[in-house]
């Protein structure tokens, strides 16, 4: 039998677009202090861009930004804001504007998530995680889109693929989700007259990720999803990074509304992280598979 082809990792952005298409520019990145959204903040700064990291955790947005600005020669600021506050998210914006003068760039990535099947969440886990992802979505664009608006800018939201179709313990993440993805579309029809543009960036399994390792199953079974990839590997923060540069930059200037799934094909080929049905037939004989919360 032939072997499939593995795909190597991703490359550097900067060698295929050029080191400064955003020089001048300004990015404001909720959750920014790591993973997916670190490495998306890091690319964009990379090509000449200045930006704001925003997020809960003041310490580890502090230390996010030095070593962004170290990595990259260019400024990055760290701003602690909750999203699901619109006060100190409008708070967060004066101190960009105060920094920088502008926002160009938006990505609205701050999320939660943990796996819990509907019979155990609660509703507070339910409300919580629509706080965080889609009230928190609302809140960051309406804190921004006047200065958006006035720099003929771009959003990118950070949704998933996974309520594609119905997942099993992410009713709370695939509702919030699909919310995402609906408030971009309209944004992008609402605001295309005002120069604004505005995309859903879907990631798949990201590997070395907050988020992946929290919907990964505990034990051998853990992370089946590169076993079954078309690509044969799971997805780098990289492979999103160079997705965002693309987005943000003038060569996808007639690309909005849009969704991008950047996972290799894998939601067509989905499999399951827990046992099905015995995790829902019987939730408790799968507790010891799932991460312990925070
Ligand atoms: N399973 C079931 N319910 C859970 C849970 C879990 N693993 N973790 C939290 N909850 C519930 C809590 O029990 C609480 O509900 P209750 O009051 O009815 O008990 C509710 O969710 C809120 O939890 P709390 O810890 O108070 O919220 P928080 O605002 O401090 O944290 C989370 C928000 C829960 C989303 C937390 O996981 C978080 O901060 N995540 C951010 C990072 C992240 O998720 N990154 C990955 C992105 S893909």
Excluded: W
């Excluded at 990291?53 to 602690?80: H, P, W, Y």
């Excluded at 290799?264 to 919360?293: C, F, M, N, W």
């Amino acid at each position: 039998m032939a072997k499939p082809y593995i795909e190597p990792p991703a490359v550097d952005s900067t060698t295929v677009f050029k080191d400064d298409i955003f020089r001048g520019k300004v990015l404001f990145c909720t959750g920014g202090g790591s993973g997916i959204c670190k490495a998306m903040t890091q690319a964009v700064i990379k090509h000449g861009a200045s930006a704001a990291i925003v997020g809960r955790k003041l310490d580890r947005l502090e230390a996010s930004a030095k070593e962004l600005s170290t990595a990259t020669g260019n400024q990055c600021i760290a701003v602690q804001a909750d999203v699901r506050n619109p006060k100190q998210l409008q708070d967060a914006v004066a101190k960009t504007i105060e920094k920088y003068g502008r926002i160009d760039f938006v990505i609205c990535g701050a999320a939660g998530n943990f796996l819990a099947p509907i019979s155990k969440l609660s509703e507070n886990g339910f409300r919580t995680v629509i706080e965080i992802d889609t009230i928190g979505t609302y809140n960051t664009i309406k804190a921004t889109l006047p200065h958006i608006r006035a720099s003929k800018g771009s959003y990118i939201h950070v949704s998933a693929t996974l309520h594609y179709r119905a997942t099993p313990y992410q009713v709370h993440v695939s509702a919030a989700k699909a919310a995402v993805d609906a408030i971009s579309a309209v944004l992008a029809v609402e605001e295309g007259p005002q120069g604004v543009r505005s995309n859903v960036i879907a990631p798949g399994p990201i590997a070395g990720t907050e988020g992946m390792d929290r919907l990964s199953a505990k034990g051998p079974q853990g992370s089946q999803y590169s076993i079954h990839s078309p690509v044969g590997r799971d997805g780098s923060v990289q492979d999103i990074a160079n997705a965002t540069v693309f987005l943000f930059s003038p060569a996808a200037r007639y690309i909005t509304g849009q969704t991008l799934a950047v996972d290799g094909a894998s939601e067509h080929l989905r499999t399951l992280q827990l046992p099905y049905p015995q995790s829902v037939l019987d939730p408790d004989s799968v507790t010891h598979l799932i991460k312990p919360r925070l």
